[in-house]
């Protein structure tokens, strides 16, 4: 054992501390961004009837690994788990739908046999390798349609409403993929015709593929690799294999989505990576963007989820989308946040008596619906006025010894540099007038 401190402490001494790796503040003007899409999907959830649910950001880490299925090393590998101090083993949440499942299923929510609209935005955590476009810690948006009866309508409705999302955010290129990942009938069918494809051409296949053709040769149809690719192209097509209860619901699908006029591109080798997806998977990308940055959303039917977690198959849709990915492409597509409106009121105080006045008249402006700016812990004039030159601010009330005495405010024009002095007792209504 040395007997060097910790390298930790002596390296550091000053620098203080900093986010994990992968991880980020959200503050400043890059809120704008998050706050218009909250906007937007707010609207369009009362819209649509979802309602929000919250979830723990915590779950008990079994939950995660249980309903994985053939992904369960990936996801037990890029889980966040913590040992609580009575011994439960969470961990935090690398996704959100099977928190809403959880809380569906324990809430007993499906026993009036009607369906559930759900919608949720919060962080998740996968620990990944870290290159542009991933985080460790990240933001999902979603929205989930739990219960009642599997009615092909609502796989468009989820669709839709991510659709629509995009469209509200005047996002541009826009390009959704629809797929079929069938049922636990012609599934199984299919994967062993793949099988067959696939074993002739063993050699040519990248070392990934080598082990998933045994387990999940589904997952050999997205494979990124150029080989594993061209092969995939000459593979069975799943859209000629589906059962006829399948086949019959992703056109239907499909014609809703016509008859909303949302149109699609049908992508055979689209398929998730979880055994729990059913029938309908689906992804929305910005068309032409940078390889890892063009997935914004992606979704499907998730029927079998509910087995796992140890009850009756029970319909489920939804889709997330991936809140850094949907910013970096407002970013990008030059989708401008709304500036904050030129409104504010931004307050000016000379010496201590104003100060302290001034914090009675903030009330005041307060409970009138004005809002207010300050830098009270300011006391030069100069850096005062240099504050308020923002284009937030319309209006700087400048309040100083003799104002006080007198029981009257300036009221300053701050674009047309223009000042009156008016009664305090009149300050409301001097301002609601110069304020529309
Ligand atoms: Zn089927
Ligand atoms: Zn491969």
Redesign the pocket.
């Known amino acids: 054992m040395s007997s060097k401190p910790p390298e930790k402490a002596v390296s550091k001494p000053d620098a203080g501390f900093s986010a994990p790796r992968g991880m980020e503040d959200i503050y400043g003007a890059e809120w704008l961004y998050w706050d218009k899409l909250f906007k937007v999907a707010r609207k369009l959830s009362e819209f649509y009837d979802f309602l929000k649910i919250e979830t723990p950001v915590l779950e008990e880490a079994d939950l995660f690994i249980n309903t994985a299925g053939e992904a369960t090393e990936l996801v037990e590998k890029e889980l966040y788990t913590a040992r609580s101090k009575t011994g439960e083993m969470l961990a935090l949440r690398p996704e959100i739908t099977v928190g809403v499942a959880r809380a569906f299923l324990e809430h007993k929510l499906s026993r009036a046999g009607q369906l559930q609209k759900f919608w949720y935005e919060g962080p998740v955590f996968r620990y990944e390798r870290l290159a542009p476009g991933r985080w460790r810690e990240f933001h999902q948006l979603g929205f989930e349609i739990m219960g009642g009866v599997n009615d092909p309508l609502y796989d468009a409705q989820i669709v839709l409403v991510l659709w629509k999302l995009f469209e509200s955010l005047k996002l541009k290129k826009v390009a959704l993929t629809m797929n079929s990942v069938g049922c636990k009938i012609c599934r199984p069918i299919y994967m062993r015709q793949l099988q067959n494809f696939y074993k002739n051409h063993e050699d040519a296949?990248?070392e990934?593929?080598k082990r998933r053709f045994k387990v999940n040769p589904l997952r050999?149809l997205d494979?990124r690799?150029e080989h594993?690719r061209e092969l995939a192209h000459q593979a069975p097509n799943f859209f000629d294999k589906l059962c006829s209860p399948c086949s019959h619901h992703f056109r239907s699908v499909l014609e809703y989505l016509d008859e909303l006029k949302v149109p699609y591109a049908l992508n055979n080798f689209l398929v998730h990576g979880f055994d729990y997806y059913a029938r309908t998977v689906f992804e929305l990308s910005i068309d032409g963007g940078g390889e890892e940055l063009q997935l914004l959303a992606c979704g499907g039917r998730y029927d079998y989820l509910f087995e796992t977690l140890g009850t009756k198959s029970t319909p489920g849709v939804g889709g997330a989308l991936h809140m850094e990915r949907v910013i970096f492409a407002m970013k990008a597509q030059g989708v401008v946040p709304p500036p904050k409106p030129g409104k504010r009121v931004f307050i000016i105080h000379v010496g201590d008596l104003a100060k302290k006045k001034m914090l009675g008249i903030i009330e005041t402006l307060r409970e009138a619906g004005i809002q207010v700016s300050e830098a009270l812990s300011k006391e030069s004039l100069q850096a005062q006025l240099k504050m308020a030159g923002g284009e937030e601010n319309k209006l700087a009330l400048i309040l100083g010894q003799k104002e006080v005495f007198e029981e009257s405010i300036i009221i300053r024009d701050l674009k047309h540099a223009t000042q009156e002095t008016v009664p305090l007792t009149r300050l409301v209504d001097e301002i609601r007038k110069r304020i529309k």
């Open positions: 296949l990248c990934d593929c050999l494979c690799n594993c």
